[in-house]
């Protein structure tokens, strides 16, 4: 029980004690369950310490009195949010309908938490919005906006009025609803929508529009193929597409080289359904790109093309570690032309084809082989050019050196590898200078093949 000479020693510490003081006589009455302590609470309340007013709104939800429900009504109007949400929870858990008209008023507060935590105190006191105001106010506490879209105009025009003036997410929340609407007040703030702060909502906004492909709007969304968001550049490059066709082929090129390998492969992509003869030449050069859903992506975007000068990088691109990388270039070949193997382009490729036999991946050399002997090339006799011969045996450079010797300056940083390898094998001392040359390669794999050659060839 809440003795007198307890209760007297705690209203001296609510009245006189220092906020540390107050604060912990509070918690103390909170811990009681004796109605006695329901006055000193509601004398809490009017503490000039949020913390101690909130723990006393909190506490008072024990005592099912009407005597502490005005009291509390009046916290609801309180500095502290924390404070009025105490306020909020108690008063729906009293049960007292008083409650209800400040409750419904804060509904409108500028906290998230206390509008929601009042929301579910009027659900507890039993109240349904009786107009479409009251329906707006309870849908915007709650934060599931999209419900807004079935109360028609007016709840778009909500809507709209959150997507420019919200916190940051509810404009997010408010975008996304706003995605799925046919209102013509919707595309001019999506528009505006492109300019804003979160890279989430400008992809909402991009997905709006390219859903749209209205042509006008193509100005507006070229800026954002640069935007420092990758998920933003990569919705841009989907709605440029759309919304501006052949005219986005230039930017989309130049993202063929983006940062983000998402972006590259969206890019890729979006050439391959425009199919502009003028994005042939990246496509090709994308084919060798660092990762291979991006070579993948460009492999398909050529097969849309079927254009005859990609042959040439799609045989290479038989020679890649990946499987689904071969065998994606082998059906472009196939579409392209049944007898791609025939081609003078074909050919062009043989010298990397034959440096690819000796590559330290077995996947690669065997694909290698399987090229060569498609090709109709003496394969068998390769290998004998590639294998260990004793200098004194030799009265020059071989073929197969000046072959090696090309390629070790190659782009392909595999090739000049490979050819480091090979040279070393060979044996010629007459390779020493280039492999000293090859030595300081800017890719440390080759300078450390060029290294371990040297250093066979003393």
């Not at 909502?201 to 507006?220: C, N």
């Not at 983000?260 to 979006?270: H, I, L, N, P, T």
């Amino acid at each position: 029980m809440f003795s007198l000479i307890t209760s007297l020693w705690t209203d001296q510490k609510l009245r006189f004690g220092s906020a540390k003081a107050r604060l912990a006589a509070v918690e103390e009455l909170a811990q009681q369950y004796d109605p006695a302590t329901v006055e000193p609470l509601i004398f809490a309340l009017k503490d000039k310490s949020p913390e101690v007013r909130t723990v006393a709104a909190r506490a008072l939800v024990r005592y099912s009195t009407t005597q502490s429900v005005e009291p509390l009504m009046a916290i609801l109007r309180d500095t502290s949010p924390l404070a009025r949400a105490a306020a909020a929870e108690t008063l729906g858990r009293l049960g007292d309908l008083r409650a209800i008209p400040p409750l419904v008023d804060l509904l409108r507060d500028a906290d998230l938490v206390v509008r929601g935590i009042a929301v579910r105190s009027l659900i507890r006191l039993g109240w349904k919005p009786e107009n479409a105001s009251d329906r707006v106010l309870q849908i915007l506490a709650t934060g599931q906006l999209h419900q807004l879209v079935a109360m028609g105009p007016e709840g778009v025009g909500h809507l709209l009025d959150t997507l420019r003036n919200g916190t940051l997410n509810k404009q997010l929340t408010a975008g996304r609803a706003l995605a799925r609407v046919n209102d013509h007040r919707v595309k001019p703030a999506m528009l505006s929508a492109l300019n804003k702060s979160i890279p989430a909502l400008r992809v909402v906004a991009l997905g709006f529009l390219e859903d749209k492909a209205d042509p006008e709007t193509f100005d507006q969304i070229k800026p954002l193929m640069q935007d420092k968001d990758a998920s933003v550049r990569g919705a841009a490059v989907e709605a440029a597409t759309k919304c501006g066709g052949r005219r986005a082929v230039p930017m989309l090129l130049k993202r063929l080289k983006d940062s983000s390998w998402d972006v590259r492969r969206a890019a890729a992509k979006s050439l391959g359904v425009l199919r502009d003869a003028s994005a042939v030449d990246g496509l090709c050069q994308t084919v060798q790109d660092p990762d291979r859903d991006v070579r993948e992506a460009a492999i398909a975007a050529l097969r849309e093309m079927a254009d005859a000068r990609a042959i040439q990088y799609l045989v290479l691109a038989l020679l890649d570690q990946e499987s689904t990388v071969r065998s994606a270039a082998l059906a472009t070949l196939y579409r392209i032309n049944r007898n791609w193997m025939e081609t003078g382009s074909a050919h062009e490729a043989l010298p990397k084809i034959k440096a690819a036999l000796y590559h330290d991946d077995y996947w690669v050399s065997n694909a290698a082989t399987k090229l060569l002997q498609q090709m109709n090339v003496d394969v068998a006799g390769l290998q004998n050019q590639g294998a260990d011969v004793k200098p004194a045996m030799k009265s020059g450079p071989s073929p197969t050196y000046a072959l090696f010797a090309e390629l070790l300056f190659d782009r392909d940083r595999d090739l000049r590898m490979a050819a480091a390898i090979l040279l070393g094998r060979l044996g010629e001392k007459s390779a020493a200078p280039i492999l000293t040359t090859a030595s300081r390669d800017a890719d440390f794999t080759v300078r450390q093949a060029a290294s371990s050659a040297l250093a066979l060839l003393k």
